[in-house]
Structures are given as C-alpha cells and as structure tokens.
C-alpha cells in the first residue's frame, strides 16, 4: 500500500513537471528569421539580392530580419563553403522585431556551394541560406526593384 502510494506520487509529480515545462515552452515566442542573401546594404535593407554570384563578386551579405526575439539576445552568422566553416560572426538583437546583417569577402577563387546557418543563442539553427559562388550568377535585382505587394519596413 505504502509502495503504490509512494509510486502514485512520483507519477503525479513527473506528470506536474512536465506540464509546467510545456507551459514554459509555450509562454517563449518562436524567433523566427527571414534572410536575404546580397551585394551590399543600404539604409538597413538589403540591395543586389540574389542566390547565384559571380566569382568576382568579393563581398556577399547575409541580411536578417528577426522576429519574436524574447528581450535582448544574439544570432550567429555561420558561413560555410564547400561543407568547411570559414567564419562565425555574433550579433546581438535588442529587440523583437530587429533588422541584423554581416559579410564574407570571398576572393575569386573560392568559387562553389556555399552557405550561411543563421543560429540563436542557444545554438539552434533558426535558417540555413544556401548559395553558389562562380556558377552561372543570376542577375541581382537593383534596389528600386521592389516585388508586387512590398512595402518598406518601418522600426528597426
């Protein structure tokens, strides 16, 4: 009797940790990340978008505009060419919605696949943004292109 008692109240204590753990995890917004992949910045935003650069290209940028950011935290840029990390880059983000970029200067011969894993404090991967160097570039699209429907973001 003692036993089952004892049992019964383990039972009930791991049931109540557990939903309060769930109801933790509910409570923390999901940050969410949309990345541009470009040539350069300009006020913020990015310009020259494209997934495809020439090798000559010299620098590319990886912009971000993050969402659902609890407080201050940071992001990790991590660029990867061919598989290899050729560099990690630490932003912070100090508020819930946050506009965030950094770039690789990639000289000429550093032709390929490549691409950026954009990581939350904590290390998960948020988005992974693949790209080719050297390949057929497409055309990036000038900053006065804007897709049907865009609007100019207005905060940070």
Not at 26 to 52: D, F, H, Q
Request: glycine share 8%.
């Amino acid at each position: 009797m003692c036993k089952n008692l004892v049992i019964a109240a383990v039972a009930l204590l791991t049931v109540t940790a557990f939903a309060f753990g769930q109801m933790e995890a509910a409570k923390k917004p999901a940050m969410t990340v949309e990345g541009k992949l470009c040539t350069s910045i300009e006020n913020r935003m990015p310009v020259g978008t494209a997934t495809s650069f020439t090798a000559d290209v010299g620098k590319v940028y990886l912009w971000c505009q993050i969402t659902g950011a609890a407080g201050e935290t940071t992001i990790k840029h991590v660029w990867y060419h061919q598989g290899k990390e050729m560099a990690t880059v630490e932003l912070p983000v100090r508020g819930a919605s946050w506009r965030t970029y950094s770039s690789k200067t990639i000289p000429e011969n550093w032709t390929g696949d490549w691409e950026v894993k954009v990581m939350d404090a904590e290390g998960n991967t948020l988005a992974t943004i693949p790209f080719t160097v050297g390949k057929t570039a497409e055309k990036p699209v000038p900053a006065e292109a804007k897709q049907p429907g865009q609007t100019s973001p207005k905060g940070q």
